[in-house]
């Protein structure tokens, strides 16, 4: 069973910044996507950016280029996936998740809470 483990959430202020890390039970590059997602309070699970092994990533229209998505360097053998989150934004507030896909199986991780004060 995968496991994957997510960190670096917290509460930051407007235009703030954050990077939130997944690691994983197994070498991410095993997975066929990673990716993030988030969801707040009374609303749907959202995609927030996603990559494919070969390295292609995708985004939310609402990320309006201030998140990265990456992967750690392949030589390292405890390598994540990171999302960098810059000029946050009070509607950014929710509970982000790690997603992984292996062949037909998804994983989840817990969460991690990112608040955005105004």
């Known amino acids: 069973q995968v496991q994957l483990v997510e960190s670096g959430g917290g509460l930051v202020q407007f235009g703030g910044s954050l990077r939130l890390s997944c690691a994983a039970s197994t070498s991410i590059f095993n997975f066929k996507t990673v990716g993030w997602y988030r969801q707040s309070p009374g609303k749907e699970r959202e995609l927030v950016a996603s990559?494919?092994?070969?390295?292609?990533?995708?985004?939310?229209e609402f990320v309006e280029g201030r998140f990265t998505i990456s992967r750690d360097n392949p030589r390292n053998p405890n390598a994540r996936v990171n999302l960098q989150m810059n000029n946050l934004k009070p509607e950014d507030t929710a509970v982000y998740y790690c997603r992984a896909v292996q062949g037909v199986v998804v994983y989840w991780g817990q969460g991690t809470q990112v608040t955005v004060s105004s």
């Open positions: 990559m494919t092994a070969g390295g292609s990533t995708n985004y939310a």
